[in-house]
């Protein structure tokens, strides 16, 4: 069965609209529930854009550096930082990322991050991630078809 979580965690909240952002923002990103919430994010985009598979949690480092690229972006005030998630997880204790990001998908299950839709999801069913959103909603726009 496949389950619609109606709790879905929200990144980016401590962003205010301002004309002219910084983009050259100097957050440095660590292990904070915060920044944990974006590699989730990011994490989840990139498995929804490879139409990976549903997980109940990741069962290694290997597994978890497989969906570890692309670019990680913290949004405070009108400061934008944005890094190389690669350089970001080189830069964190591997053992306690691993934790704490497997601690979000038992919380929230796997997240569904496209362009037109973010959902999460609980299934004890084998599913692709991306399949089954364009199942649900054939027009769905993924990240890297904008790119």
Same mark, same amino acid.
């Given at each position: 069965? /496949? ?7 929200? /990144? ?29 994010? $990011? ?47 080189? =830069? ?34 084998? /599913?692709?991630?991306? =399949?089954? /959103? $364009? ?13």
């Amino acid at each position: 069965m /496949i389950k619609l979580i109606d709790d879905i965690p929200l /990144i980016n909240t401590k962003r205010t609209f301002v004309a002219m952002p910084n983009f050259a923002g100097k957050h440095v990103f660590d292990l904070s529930d915060y920044d944990m919430l974006i590699y989730y994010y $990011k994490l989840f985009e990139n498995r929804t854009n490879e139409d990976k598979s549903y997980i109940d949690k990741y069962s290694s480092l290997k597994e978890l550096e497989e969906d570890i690229y692309g670019k990680c972006t913290h949004i405070e005030g009108g400061d934008w930082t944005t890094r190389d998630f690669r350089y970001i997880y080189d =830069s964190l204790d591997k053992e306690e990322f691993l934790n704490k990001i497997n601690a979000l998908i038992e919380g929230y299950g796997n997240l569904i991050n496209t362009y037109t839709i973010v959902v999460c999801i609980e299934a004890d069913e084998p /599913i692709k991630l991306l =399949s089954f /959103i $364009k199942s649900e909603v054939p027009d769905v726009e993924i990240w890297k078809e904008l790119k």
